[in-house]
């Protein structure tokens, strides 16, 4: 039985425990987090502490807490693609509701979760059919599962690669009951060690190294020459770029884009499927699209390890919007695109106006570069403008009022970046300066 005292979980605490725990309501925080930040100050400060050091403590604690909780953040770091950030920026208005999500309105009997996104994804991109699952490991892993499980893979030496989190492709052919046959050298392979390695071989494999660049001495075979060799190719894009002449894009590809593969133009060159991130480049939720040919994509959608990794209606929710974006050649107003292609001339605007405003002495304008990140485009620079503030501030914007802003410190000086930071955001950032100049 629950009493004042109790805490629902049967344990029995002091009063002045329960006290100091609602003194610290005004953080928002469910009562029994309170709970705990409380226990912990009490037991940190040791018999004899003082009641007014002992609620400092706790409300740090409490405030720790709530810092804990996922919450939007601003992201001066110049990099759009932040892993730690959740890479794309989303914007997603999504009604509470029941949705159609494996019901057929037309007909009124049991539909399939990937009919409404996986055909307008495959309609953006230019291929058959398309499915949509967790991420781009999942992507991967299931394609080699449901195509060549138990059987022979060709992979060059040269893309052997770890993507960030521990995603390695030896491990995942692996996991995935395929033999992976390895061809070529880490700088130099040619078409002759594919069609070497070809015979009985379930499917030739591409990854595209996304996160590091091998220069010099080097030579691999693009998916055309692959495609010609006999067995199905299947590509990793990684990045999710739809296609490289961006037509939502009302100025073409920038510069920056230029080496970024797309996944029309892998397809167009004979990729029998190709996997890709929903979150990097394409611009939309964490997701893993496997787009291609109708028959090879239905034997994915029907693999057990498919039913493992399938979003949820949240996830296509979201990723439909972004695929219709695309289809109404709208891309350009998603975040990421949107972020993307500011002029520079506009940043540095901005970071003129918020110079100008109040902020610690010796603040600056500072040309800056910003990058893709999310282990796209490595070594690729997208020119930016941001703010710089002599001293370690990391911290402190991290607390700033309004919303946090995560920012990189350089050789002492602190860099906010506007390349990754919407316009909407530049009063918080202002508030923030404001605060540091106190
Ligand atoms: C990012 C990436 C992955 C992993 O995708 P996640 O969505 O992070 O799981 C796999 N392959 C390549 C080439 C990538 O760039």
Redesign the pocket.
Known sequence: MADATSDGLGTERPPSIDALARSLGGTGLPHPLLVDAARSAVARAGRGGSTDAITDVALAEAERLRAGLLQPVVNGTGVLLH?NLGRAPLEVNIDSAYLNLEHDLATGRRGSRQAHVGGLLARACGAEAALVVN??????LVVLAAVAGGQRVVVSRGEL?E???G?RIPEVMALSRATLVEVGTTNRTRLQDYRDMATDAALLVK?????YRITGFTSSVDVAALAGIGPPVAV????GLLDAACPWLPGGPPAWLSEEPGVRQALDDGAKLV??????LLGGP???VIAGSADLVAACASHPLYRAVRPGGLVLRALQDVALAYLNRTAYRLPFWRLATVPDAELRARAEHLVAGPAPSGTQVTSCAAVAG???LPGVEIPSWGVAVPGDHADALRRARQLPVVARVREGTTVINLRSVDVTNDPVVADALAALSK
Not at 236 to 239: A, C, L, N
């Open positions: 892993t991420n781009g490991a999942a992507a991967l690669v993507i960030g989190g995603f990854v595209h190294p996304s996160n990793d894009v990684g990045s996997t890709f991130s929903g979150d990097k964490q997701a893993g999310g282990g796209s």
